[in-house]
Structure formats: structure tokens, C-alpha cells
């Protein structure tokens, strides 16, 4: 393994274990020292790839956006709700997008900008969104800027209230429910009666990325 | 004033109080010492109403609910867009409905239970909703539950968001988003069309009801 390589699975491994104590005990409450335990690295390989705890939760944060890709659509808007339940479903074991989600929702009481998670995901579905007028997918009527951002803001809530009731198993099934009452507002007919919004779709995008995924290892 | 007036007050004070200092600090951080100050009360006071900080936490997440009564409409679908502004409204500057707001979204890294707050204001959404459907305001699409649950954990995800930005100034723009979103799908076009979802209607009815109150007052 090049050397570049380990580096990267390192810092991931940092940032997984990281992102697995912030879900556990949110920001406060977390430690360099669990992180490390956690991780299995010395205090030098942690420090050589983030400087602070905040750092590892800006990071986690980052990764979280950067994670989400999905396979191009005939139809934007399908990508879009694919997305949603794409994270939906890793939601429930990721250990980024947990520690991510939480450090999301906390209320700061400390130094940590929660909105500049909440306007990165503003961005992805607004580019998103944006791409769908441009191919007239949307009513006039939307304004895209606010959509996307109830899209952020419903979904924070949404993952939060399947967190509490299911440990986030029923939160495919929410998604679902949200867009069964939102995508009429949104798609055009012609649209709308495409869409695949089945709360199953994103366990089966996942598993075919990860077959994927394998397929691309095998190959080299 | 009566006996029973005073303890009603006293009780009143020391839950705003804490619920203030649970806004401020979140419950792992809120001290018995700090509700004292803030309350001007002594420990004895306290202590005659509330056993602990948990029951003072779950009394404020109880007042929540209780707290929100708004005037009869014909439309009963009105009456629950109307809840939803009111509470954004008052989500502003409402020290009880901003503290039960951040103890509710908080991950538990204490004792208490938030599906009992989230399963509080479902029940009582759910109630507007049946209501609305005895009176034949939903389509026949309308899972009453589902919708009911869909509402109050977008509210919650919304109410954070805008909380993270603008300290809630947007909130109730940003419900009227969601109502414009959601309607289309929730109410048949009689109902639909006569619905008022302006953002300022909060606002407005806020100011009647004090306006009410203070006649009340007056005239005893």
C-alpha cells in the first residue's frame, strides 16, 4: 500500500472513530483520549492529521456532505429524493453521518457553527433543485432557494424524531411520507407520476453502490 | 391574592426561570443554583413545587403543550396552521416554549425522555387533524397519524434551523413555506382555498389574545 494511501485510512479511521464518540456523548462530553482508544492510534497520528476536537468535528461535518453521491437519473428530482433516502439509510449505521447528525442538531454551547452544516446541505439541494428547473421538472410556482432549505430543515427534524422513536429504523419510511406531501407541490405532472418515492429505495441504491464498490477492488 | 393564587404564580416563575436557564445552558449544564437566581426564590420555595431539575425539565416540557389554545375557526384546519404560527411566535421570546424547545431536540446524554415532549405534541396535532377529518377537510389520501407525526418533526427540525440562523425570526416564514408545501396535499380545494397561511398571523393573533387577556383581567 502506497504511502498516500495508508494516510488516507488513517485519517478516516480517526474520523470514524471521532464521529463515533460525538454521537455518543455529543461535543462537550467527547474526548481526544476516547477518540484515540477507539481509533487504536497514538496521540502523534492524531495530531499530525487535525490540530483540536474542534477540527475533528469540522471535519466529520465536511465529510458528511461529501459522502452522499448518486447514481444520475433520467429524471433531477428522482436524484434528489434519492439522495434523501440514500443518507436516510446510512443514517441508521454510518458511523460519520451519525456523529455528523448530532453535532447537526446540538444547540452550541460551544465554539462550533451549526449552520455551516445546515448551509452546506442547502447548497447540495439547491444545486440539485437547480438542475431540475433548468430540465422544467419544476412548477413555476417554486421558489427553489426555499424549498431546499424546508428540505434541510424538515429532514433534521425528521431524523431527530426517528432517532428517539427507532434508533432511526422508521426513518426511510418518514422521508417517504414527507415527499408523498411535498412532491405535488414541487414536480410537474408529468414528473411527479415517475418518481419512485418508496421507502425501500435507498436500502437498494446502497447495496448496489456497494456491489459497486466491490466490482472497482476486484477490477485493479 | 389567595393562597392558591400565589403558589400558581410562584410555580409559574420558578418553571420560566428554569426554563430560561435550560435555554441558555441545555439541561446536562442547567443548575438548581442558577433557576434560584434567576427566579429570586429560596431552595424551600423551590423545592415545596419541584423535587429535582428533572421534574423541573419535565414540568416545563408538559407546560409546553398545555400552553398553546387557539380561537375556535370554522375551518379546523385553520385552527392548526393557527397553533403552528402562534407557537413560532412565541418561540421568539416565550421563555417556556424556547426551553422546552431545546430540551426536546437534545440527544440524551441525560435521563430525560423526549419522545414523551414529541408524543404530546403528536397527540395533539393528531386530535386538530381527526377533527378536521370528521368535518371532511382532508382528502381521503390523509393518513391522520402519519401526517399528524410528519408535522411535528419537520416543526422541530425547522424551528432549530431558524433558531441557528436568525435566533427565529424566520420561523414563521419558514412554516408558511411548509404549510404552502404540505396543504396542496393535506386539505380538499374548498378548504384549500380559503385557508390563511400568512406568516404574520401569528403575529396578529398573539396580540389578540393578550388583548383578551388583559379585558379579562380588567373586568374581574
Known amino acids: 500500500m502506497a504511502q498516500q494511501d495508508r494516510a488516507i485510512r488513517t485519517r478516516r479511521a480517526i474520523l470514524e472513530a471521532a464521529a463515533s464518540v460525538f454521537d455518543d456523548h455529543g461535543y462537550d462530553r467527547a474526548t481526544i483520549a476516547e477518540v484515540l482508544q477507539r481509533a487504536g492510534m497514538t496521540k502523534g497520528a492524531l495530531y499530525f492529521h487535525f490540530a483540536s476536537k474542534e477540527q475533528l468535528a469540522l471535519a466529520v461535518l465536511e465529510e458528511q456532505v461529501v459522502d452522499i453521491a448518486v447514481e444520475p437519473q433520467k429524471i433531477k428530482l428522482q436524484e434528489f429524493v434519492d439522495a434523501g433516502q440514500v443518507l436516510a439509510y446510512r443514517l441508521r449505521d454510518d458511523p460519520i453521518q451519525r456523529g455528523a447528525a448530532r453535532l447537526a442538531v446540538e444547540q452550541g454551547s460551544n465554539h ?3 449552520r455551516r452544516s445546515m448551509a452546506s446541505w442547502g447548497e447540495f439541494v439547491e444545486g440539485l433543485l437547480g438542475e431540475a428547473r433548468g430540465r422544467g421538472e419544476l412548477l413555476e410556482t417554486v421558489v427553489v432557494r ?5 428540505f434541510v430543515g424538515a429532514f433534521a427534524g425528521l431524523q431527530m424524531m426517528s432517532q428517539a422513536f427507532s434508533n432511526r429504523a422508521d426513518l426511510s419510511r418518514r422521508l417517504t411520507v414527507f415527499f408523498e406531501h411535498t412532491m405535488p407541490s414541487i414536480a410537474v405532472p408529468s414528473v411527479l407520476v415517475r418518481l419512485d ?16 464498490r466491490m466490482a472497482d477492488v476486484a477490477a485493479r
Open 112 to 114: 462550533l457553527d451549526r
Open 146 to 150: 426555499e424549498t431546499a432549505e424546508l
Open 197 to 212: 418515492l418508496d421507502s425501500e429505495r435507498g436500502a437498494r441504491l446502497e447495496e448496489a453502490l456497494r456491489r459497486g
